[in-house]
T-cell receptor
Framework: SQQGEEDPQALSIQEGENATMNCSYK?????LQWYRQNSGRGLVHLIL?????REKHSGRLRVTLDTSKKSSSLLITASRAADTASYFC???????????FGEGTQLTVNP | GAGVSQSPSNKVTEKGKDVELRCDPI?????LYWYRQSLGQGLEFLIY????????KSGLPSDRFSAERTGGSVSTLTIQRTQQEDSAVYLC????????????FGPGTRLLVL
C-alpha cells in the first residue's frame, strides 16, 4: 500500500482545540515532512523532521517521529479557522531523491 | 521570480489533443519536480529534474507523457493524445538541490479532458 498514509482522513474541530494528525510509512527514511494545501492548489512546506530527531516545534506546530513504529504525528495547538486545509506528510527514503506523499488529512476548524 | 509559477492555470481540452504545461521554478533552484493530483487524492510523483537531466522519470504513467527542462530553468510537461483519466491538477515544485529538502510548489495547472 502507499507510503505516508495519514489518519484520520478527515478531522473537524472547534476553534481553540488542538488537532492531531498521524502518518505511517513502511520503509527506512532520511526525513519526513509535513505540507499544507489550501483549495486543491499549491502545497506549502510546514516542517521537516530528520530520522535522528524525535520531536520538532515551529510556532503552534509540533511534530514527533518514532522510527521504531514508522510513524509521525503533527499537532496543531490552539487551532484557528484559518488552519482549515489539507495536511500531507511526505517521506524521503534513504535512497532516491523523490518525496512520496500520503493522501492527506482534511482538517476543518469551525469558528 | 518570487515563487514557482505555472501556466496555464486552467486548461480544458478535448480527448485526443496534445497539451503542454509550463513550470517556471524559483531562480537558482536546480531541482524541479512534477506531480499529479487527482480530486481528493494525494500527490503522485511524475518526474524529477536535476539541472536539465531527469535522473528519475519512473513516475510517468505512460509514453504519452514526456517532460523536458532547458537552461536549467523552465520545464514543460507534455501529454500527447490526452485521455479523460488525465484530468487532474498538475503541480510543479522546485528546490535548491536534491539535498536541500524543502520543495516550493507552484499553484498548479488544472487540466480537464472532455
Amino acid at each position: 500500500s502507499q507510503q505516508g498514509e495519514e489518519d484520520p482522513q478527515a478531522l473537524s474541530i472547534q476553534e481553540g482545540e488542538n488537532a492531531t494528525m498521524n502518518c505511517s510509512y513502511k520503509t527506512s527514511i532520511n526525513n519526513l515532512q509535513w505540507y499544507r494545501q489550501n483549495s486543491g492548489r499549491g502545497l506549502v512546506h510546514l516542517i521537516l523532521i530528520r530520522s535522528n530527531e524525535r520531536e520538532k516545534h515551529s510556532g503552534r506546530l509540533r511534530v514527533t517521529l518514532d522510527t521504531s513504529k514508522k510513524s509521525s504525528s503533527l499537532l496543531i495547538t490552539a487551532s484557528r479557522a484559518a488552519d482549515t486545509a489539507s495536511y500531507f506528510c511526505a517521506i524521503r527514503e534513504t535512497s532516491g531523491s523523490r518525496l512520496t506523499f500520503g493522501e492527506g488529512t482534511q482538517l476543518t476548524v469551525n469558528p | 521570480g518570487a515563487g514557482v509559477s505555472q501556466s496555464p492555470s486552467n486548461k480544458v481540452t478535448e480527448k485526443g489533443k496534445d497539451v503542454e504545461l509550463r513550470c517556471d521554478p524559483i531562480s537558482g533552484h536546480t531541482a524541479l519536480y512534477w506531480y499529479r493530483q487527482s480530486l481528493g487524492q494525494g500527490l503522485e510523483f511524475l518526474i524529477y529534474f536535476q539541472g536539465n537531466s531527469a535522473p528519475d522519470k519512473s513516475g510517468l504513467p505512460s509514453d504519452r507523457f514526456s517532460a523536458e527542462r532547458t537552461g536549467g530553468s523552465v520545464s514543460t510537461l507534455t501529454i500527447q493524445r490526452t485521455q479523460q483519466e488525465d484530468s487532474a491538477v498538475y503541480l510543479c515544485a522546485s528546490s535548491l538541490g536534491p539535498a536541500r529538502e524543502t520543495q516550493y510548489f507552484g499553484p498548479g495547472t488544472r487540466l480537464l479532458v472532455l
